[in-house]
């Protein structure tokens, strides 16, 4: 009996070590292949864009040095010329940029060009002194308004956080026109007064600084929202008198604006 058990238990040791030994020479299987989860900003792309823009325009007026325009007419001159109007509008078009990843970080350059609704008036109603009245209008017209930036940005997968720097350009006009109650011969334009100082100033280039927040929604297509302030600096320029001679006033006028912007890009792989 005793030998039947001992030759039973050495057939279960066998056999379990058999087993174990089979278990050993079985290869494990292999992992699955790693698959990055992380999006790649870099390539090329381009876009549409569409948003809103509010400014400033501050303009003022001096009396150049031998001009023979009387007190009372200078007093009036600098009370109705000097002063501030805001604006704003819409803003709708189109960019094309391209960006470099390399770890979290993200370096590119973006050109846009929009349409620009920016459009209006100051009018600086009747100034009244001796007698006499004055009044200026300052007209913005601004059609155009078209940017080329640097990008700098930190990913976070598929959000992109960036900063933006860079040049600004425009089509942007301030018109001015000043009105007399005295100044004979020239062209009336209703309420007794005449207009004789006529002049404009374009605002052609400035500076930009901004920031921004993207997000890849699928692999080739982007959506963005956009903040950025421009500058067009200060102007200035000089009206004459239209019907007496020596009678210059010398005028300044600035340009900033802000617009907040949202946009749809395409990359292409």
């Known amino acids: 009996m005793i030998r039947r058990l001992m030759l039973t238990t050495s057939a279960l040791i066998g056999m379990a070590g058999t087993a174990m030994a089979a278990d050993v020479l079985v290869e494990p299987a292999a992992p699955a292949p790693y698959v990055s989860s992380v999006y790649d900003w870099s390539g090329l792309y381009i876009g549409i ?12 007026t001096t009396i150049p040095a031998g001009s023979n325009i009387n007190g009372v007419a200078s007093a009036l001159a600098i009370a109705s010329g000097t002063g501030g109007f805001d604006s704003n509008g819409g803003l709708a078009g189109v960019q094309v940029g391209y960006n470099y990843q390399t770890g979290p970080y993200v370096v590119g350059v973006e050109a846009d060009v ?5 459009d209006d008036t100051r009018d600086s109603g009747i100034f009244t002194l001796g007698g006499f009245n004055a009044r200026t209008t300052d007209d913005l017209d601004m059609n155009v308004l078209a940017t080329v930036r640097g990008r700098l940005g930190y990913a976070m997968d598929r959000l992109l956080v960036y900063g933006t720097g860079g040049l600004a350009w425009s089509d942007a006009t301030v018109r001015r026109n000043l009105d007399w109650s005295f100044a004979d011969g020239c062209p009336p334009v209703g309420g007794g007064l005449q207009r004789c100082h006529v002049g404009e100033e374009d605002f052609d280039i400035g500076y930009t600084v901004g920031a921004g927040l993207e997000y890849a929604f699928t692999e080739n297509f982007t959506a963005k929202v956009e903040y950025q302030y421009i500058d067009f600096g200060d ?32 990359k292409f792989n």
């Open 114 to 118: 929009d349409w620009s609704g920016l």
């Open 235 to 266: 102007e200035p320029f000089r009206t004459v008198n239209a019907n007496i001679p020596n009678q210059p006033l010398d005028h300044e006028v600035s340009l900033d604006i802000h617009t907040i912007r949202v946009g749809l890009n395409y």
């Open 49 to 60: 864009n569409g948003g809103y823009a509010w400014g400033n325009v501050d303009t003022s």
